[in-house]
C-alpha cells in the first residue's frame, strides 16, 4: 500500500471533533474499504482547555492553522463562518492542496472567488457537507445527475426551522413556544437568527443553484424570509385546505434564461412529496429532463451525519492521492464561470388572508383590485367555515382568498392598494403556495 495520507483538520467544535474520532476509530475499516490509509497530521483550535465528546490525543494538538496547512495533504476547513475560514482555505488551495469544507457561508458568498483559485492552482475542493449533513445532495447533483438538465429544486434544507413548524402544526402552538423548544432541546442555537430567518438555507440553495445551472448567482439577490412572523391560524387554515407549511428553498430555471433562488415560508399540498418531511430532518426534491423527480431525505444536521460526509470527501481525495497523485472532481464547483441572472420577479400561487370587518361588500372591493392588477382568484373561504379556528367570536374575521399563478409584483401591488382600505384591520397575510395545477 502507498504512503499515508496526511490529513489536517482545522476547526475542532462539534463536527470538527466528530471527524477526528470517525477518522481515528474507523481506521482499518476505512483502510480494509477503500484501500487507502488515512493519517491525521495536526487538528488546531482555538481553545483546548474547552471539554469535548471525544479526546483528542496530545500530539495532534496546534493553535496554529498555518501549521496544519504545511503538515497536510489535504485541509479539512471546519472553523465556519467567513474570516479565518476563508484565510485557510485560500492559503490551502494557493499551495494546491486539496480542502474539505462543510462551510455553506463561505461557499455561498465567495464560490467565485473559490472557484478561480481552485483552477488557478489546479486543485479542488470538496463540500458534501455544507448541504443536507449526511444526505448526499452534493454527490447526487454532482455525479448522478450530471448528464440531466436540472430545472428544479426544491428543498427542506434547515432542520430548526423545520422542527419548529413541526411542533407548532402538532402541537398547537405558537412560534415563540416552538422555538424554545428547540433551544431546550439542542435543535436551535441560542442566537438562532441564521435559521430562522432563512440565511442557512439560503446559502444552501445558492449552492445548489450554482452547481445545477452552471454559474453563480449574486447571494444578495436571492429572495429570503423566515418564519419568524407564522402565525399559527395560518398553519390551521392551510392544513384544512390540504397544505403543509415548509420553510422551502427553491431553484427555477426559466425559459429566457433568468433563475429563480428563493427561500420563504410555502404552502406544497399532502401529495408534494416533500410534504411528509416533518422534525429535524431535511428533504430536497430534484426535477430533471432523464430522471423525472428525485427524491433524498434524512438527516440534515448534527456531528456525526455532517462528519460522515466531511469523511466521506476526505476518503475520495485521499483516494485519487493514492491512486494517481492528483485530485480530480466529476462536476466542480464553478464548471461554468458565468454569472446566473437572478430574477427579480416570480410567478406561484399565493395565500391572502385579511382580517376585515365583517360587512357585505367588502370580497367585491378586494376582488376588484386584484383584478385591476391582473389576478385571478382561484378561492374564497366562507365565514362559517374559519369562525371554528377563531379563539372568540369577534366584528373582524379572517377572509382567505386562493390566487391563481401570478406575478409577485402584481401581488405586491395590490396589496399595497388593499392596506389603505379602511375595512381591512391587519397587514394582509401573504405565503406563496407552490402547486403545478394552478
Known amino acids: ?37 488515512i493519517e491525521i497530521s495536526k487538528v488546531a483550535a482555538r481553545n483546548w482547555s474547552k471539554k469535548r465528546f471525544f479526546e483528542v490525543p496530545e500530539n495532534l494538538r496546534t493553535t496554529d492553522w498555518k501549521e496544519v496547512v504545511e503538515s497536510s495533504d489535504i485541509v479539512v476547513e471546519l472553523i465556519g463562518g467567513v474570516d479565518i475560514a476563508k484565510d485557510v482555505v485560500v492559503e490551502s488551495l494557493k499551495r494546491a492542496k486539496p480542502v474539505i469544507t462543510a462551510n455553506k457561508h463561505l461557499l455561498a458568498e465567495y464560490g467565485r472567488e473559490i472557484a478561480s483559485l481552485m483552477k488557478k492552482f489546479k486543485t479542488f475542493l470538496f463540500f458534501e457537507g455544507a448541504v443536507g449533513g449526511g444526505i448526499p445532495i452534493v454527490k447526487v447533483l454532482k455525479e448522478t445527475l450530471v448528464s ?25 402552538i405558537p412560534f415563540n413556544v416552538a422555538l424554545e423548544e428547540a433551544q431546550k432541546k439542542g435543535y436551535a442555537e441560542a442566537n438562532p437568527t441564521f435559521d430562522v430567518e432563512g440565511v442557512d438555507a439560503a446559502h444552501k440553495i445558492a449552492i445548489l443553484a450554482n ?11 436571492i429572495f429570503v424570509e423566515g418564519i419568524t412572523n407564522v402565525d399559527l391560524l395560518d398553519i390551521k387554515l392551510g392544513k384544512e385546505l390540504g397544505y403543509r407549511l415548509k420553510l422551502l428553498a427553491i431553484a427555477k430555471k426559466r425559459n429566457g ?17 416533500l410534504s411528509n418531511v416533518d422534525g429535524v430532518f431535511n428533504g430536497i426534491l430534484f426535477k430533471s ?13 448534527g456531528a456525526y451525519p455532517t462528519a460522515t460526509a466531511v469523511v466521506q470527501d476526505i476518503i475520495q481525495a485521499a483516494k485519487q492521492l493514492t491512486c494517481c497523485g492528483k485530485i480530480f472532481d466529476i462536476t466542480a464547483l464553478g464548471w461554468n464561470d458565468k454569472s446566473l441572472k437572478v430574477a427579480k420577479d416570480f410567478y406561484s400561487r399565493y395565500y391572502l388572508r385579511f382580517d376585515v370587518e365583517d360587512k357585505p361588500g367588502v370580497l367585491y372591493q378586494i ?30 374575521i379572517p377572509l382567505i382568498i386562493l390566487t391563481h399563478k401570478a406575478y409577485e ?18 397587514k394582509p397575510t401573504l405565503i406563496r403556495v407552490e402547486e403545478e395545477k394552478y
Open 367 to 396: 376582488a376588484k383590485i386584484l383584478a385591476e392588477e391582473g389576478i385571478s382568484i382561484a378561492g374564497v373561504l366562507q365565514q362559517e367555515w374559519i369562525l371554528k379556528f377563531l379563539p372568540k367570536p369577534s366584528k373582524v
Open 257 to 273: 434564461g433568468e433563475v429563480e433562488v428563493r427561500v420563504h415560508p410555502t404552502f406544497i399540498p399532502f401529495e408534494n412529496p
Open 211 to 221: 452547481l445545477a445551472f452552471g454559474g453563480f448567482v449574486k447571494f444578495s439577490e
Open 289 to 301: 429532463n432523464y430522471l423525472g423527480e428525485l427524491k433524498l431525505q434524512g438527516a440534515g444536521a
Open 1 to 37: 500500500m502507498a504512503r499515508p495520507i496526511r490529513v489536517g483538520i482545522v476547526g475542532c467544535g462539534t463536527v470538527g471533533t466528530a471527524v477526528v474520532e470517525i477518522l481515528l476509530t474507523q481506521k482499518e475499516r476505512i483502510r480494509e474499504k477503500a484501500e487507502v490509509e
Open 409 to 426: 409584483s402584481k401581488l405586491k401591488r395590490a396589496l399595497e392598494k388593499l392596506e389603505n382600505l379602511s375595512f381591512i384591520k391587519e
Open 148 to 172: 440531466n438538465q436540472i430545472s428544479e429544486i426544491l428543498g427542506i434544507l434547515n432542520g430548526t426551522t423545520n422542527y419548529i413548524l413541526t411542533k407548532m402544526e402538532e402541537e398547537n
